[in-house]
DNA sequence: TTAGATGCAAAGGGTTTGCAACGTC
DNA sequence: GACGTTGCAAACCCTTTGCATCTAA
């Protein structure tokens, strides 16, 4: 997943810069449109193209992180670390969870299976506090 | 996830018979329109329609698996058994993998965060062995 | 007989893209 | 000045849905 080589002539943007700062000062691992609308407040004249194609730049640069819980719309996370998640089923909403995460088995698994592992993912999928009631 | 009480006037219909059954047959965890194509050979007449309301009622039956690796399609698992998979990130491919899965840490997860936890998913992300070279 | 299932085609909805204008380095 | 970036709108593509017809029970 190294794309460093097509990232060389990355410019900086405000555009950017305030998509950026917008997953960094929250917690709620929103989706392209959250974003846009939060922007927007920002620079009215932003457009949804511009916030998908810089998710996708700050993704390949490495400054967020891309997370796919269901097949309706993708979710982004400004904490790069790789952490896990919970996922509730019932309102959709994303939570950090203080779980330690194992790094030692991407290696297990890289050499018993003959892949190349670069990462995983662990998530869990139930209620969250507030709807398991 | 109980979703039984909307399922008890299902019927046995000969479309739904055959995408399980191409489901039960293969293991690479194929999305919609690859079963489509599969089923067709055999009811050359079925739509991509009835296909995707099959996938969805044998899913909330409980006898396939939805897989969401990446935001572009579904994927499906005639295997219900949690288990592990391993994701090629340059060809697509979908892999099983035998390392056990610990059942134990949804209790943990959910008692340490007050949730209700049905359940969790593990994927590994990186390159198959064809792709590693 | 009757309510669930199907086929077909249209609609939905998140995401991507072509292009001319713009902004960064 | 060169080339990456943006806005806008149209296009994409997977998935869902309305409706008349069909069929399992």
Known sequence: MNKTHVLNGTRKTKQREAILKVLKDTNCHPGAHWIYEKVRREIPHISLGTVYRDLKILK?????????FTGNMTH??????????FYCQKCNSISDIEEPVNMEIDK???AKNGFKVYCHRMDFFGLCRACRS
């Open 108 to 110: 297990s698994v890289a």
């Open 60 to 68: 390949e640069m490495g400054k967020i992180r891309e997370l796919v």
């Open 76 to 85: 982004f996370d400004g904490i790069t670390k790789q952490h896990i998640h």
